[in-house]
T-cell receptor, first 112, second 111 residues
Framework: EAQVTQNPRYLITVTGKKLTVTCSQN?????MSWYRQDPGLGLRQIYY???????DKGDVPEGYKVSRKEKRNFPLILESPSPNQTSLYFC???????????FGPGTRLTVT | TQLLEQSPQFLSIQEGENLTVYCNSSSVFSSLQWYRQEPGEGPVLLVT?????EVKKLKRLTFQFGDARKDSSLHITAAQPGDTGLYLCAPDTGANSKLTFGKGITLSVRP
């Protein structure tokens, strides 16, 4: 089954404790992206990647890092989480050129 | 980042009613996608429109791309409770791969 998986689905952590949210897709898609979704602000792009070792900033990259060492994986790293990063996070993948995105189930992150 | 406006923001209707919602911008798009998101889940792609004036139908949902490729509409005929959700549009300007979503239209269809 074609899918995008994210882990964990729910995470409660404390300010400053480094964390990683994993994302994996099994569709051999070149394009992968991370979004955060907040009430009233909609879905905003954090980082995206056109292919292995190629990443670029989206609209809200501050406080986040990503890496793309393998085509299927695109982890999101919060080196020093802060309460304003409490949000619902989605990973997505797409075939390059179409940008018809397949989304993961989401990760709800709470930073206290 | 282009300005993208979706309207109305919220819509609550009775089962069986028809409705139309919009996605507008001052920018020209090379294509535009509509997604539906249900509570607790990720968005799911409904359709991609590419050609100016294009109309695509998905059962009771009709999607239209504006002639100038700056706007799009979604019309739902005889809405059902299963249509309830957040409808998002996402245009591709063709300039780069940084994608922007509209803030979405929250639709509630009452039985």
């Amino acid at each position: 089954e074609a899918q995008v998986t994210q882990n964990p689905r729910y995470l409660i952590t404390v300010t400053g404790k480094k964390l990683t949210v994993t994302c994996s897709q099994n569709m051999n898609h070149e394009y992968m992206s991370w979004y955060r979704q907040d009430p009233g602000l909609g879905l905003r792009q954090i980082y995206y990647s056109m292919n292995v070792e190629v990443t670029d900033k989206g609209d809200v990259p501050e406080g986040y890092k990503v890496s793309r060492k393998e085509k299927r994986n695109f982890p999101l790293i919060l080196e020093s989480p802060s309460p304003n990063q409490t949000s619902l996070y989605f990973c997505a993948s797409a075939q390059l050129g179409t940008y018809e995105q397949y989304f993961g189930p989401g990760t709800r992150l709470t930073v206290t | 980042t282009q300005l993208l406006e979706q309207s109305p923001q919220f819509l609550s209707i009775q089962e069986g009613e028809n409705l139309t919602v919009y996605c507008n911008s001052s920018s020209v798009f090379s294509s535009l996608q509509w997604y539906r998101q249900e509570p607790g889940e990720g968005p799911v792609l409904l359709v991609t429109v590419v050609t100016g004036g294009e109309v695509k139908k998905l059962k009771r949902l009709t999607f239209q791309f504006g002639d100038a490729r700056k706007d799009s509409s979604l019309h739902i005929t005889a809405a059902q409770p299963g249509d309830t959700g957040l409808y998002l549009c996402a245009p591709d300007t063709g300039a780069n791969s940084k994608l922007t979503f509209g803030k979405g239209i929250t639709l509630s269809v009452r039985p």
